[in-house]
Nanobody, 125 residues
Framework: QVQLVESGGGLVQTGGSLRLSCASSGRSFSIASMAWFRQAPGKDREFVAFIAWTAGTTDYEDSVKGRFTISRDNPKKTVYLQMNDLKPEDTAVYYC??????????????????WGQGTQVTVSS
């Protein structure tokens, strides 16, 4: 059973920055596709960012493009989400997800077998 543990959430003002981290216990982390999803109150969990195991392929939800950056450190088994220019609409619980699958359909949360417990991000206006 792979454990994913997120950290780095918190309260920040509009325009501020946060960096989320997700540490994995999985022995196959270096070949795992990793992603961040988020869920705001009363809404479905939505895709935020993806990074392939090679780190050469990344993708973002349109509203975070240019503001968020996903990266990974395979020796440390950790994936990061750098969030800049935060907005109140970014307020949500952020979840780290991982899985071993071909890169297609990576925005589909059903493709991921492993999930973290979530970390709260609150952006005040």
């Amino acid at each position: 059973q792979v454990q994913l543990v997120e950290s780095g959430g918190g309260l920040v003002q509009t325009g501020g920055s946060l960096r989320l981290s997700c540490a994995s216990s999985g022995r196959s982390f270096s070949i795992a596709s990793m992603a961040w999803f988020r869920q705001a109150p009363g809404k479905d969990r939505e895709f935020v960012a993806f990074i392939a195991w090679t780190a050469g392929t990344t993708d973002y939800e349109d509203s975070v493009k240019g503001r968020f950056t996903i990266s990974r450190d395979n020796p440390k088994k950790t994936v990061y989400l750098q969030m800049n220019d935060l907005k109140p609409e970014d307020t949500a619980v952020y979840y780290c997800a991982g899985g071993i699958f071909l890169q297609s359909d990576y925005r589909n949360r059903g493709r991921y077998s492993d999930w973290g417990q979530g970390t709260q991000v609150t952006v005040s206006s």
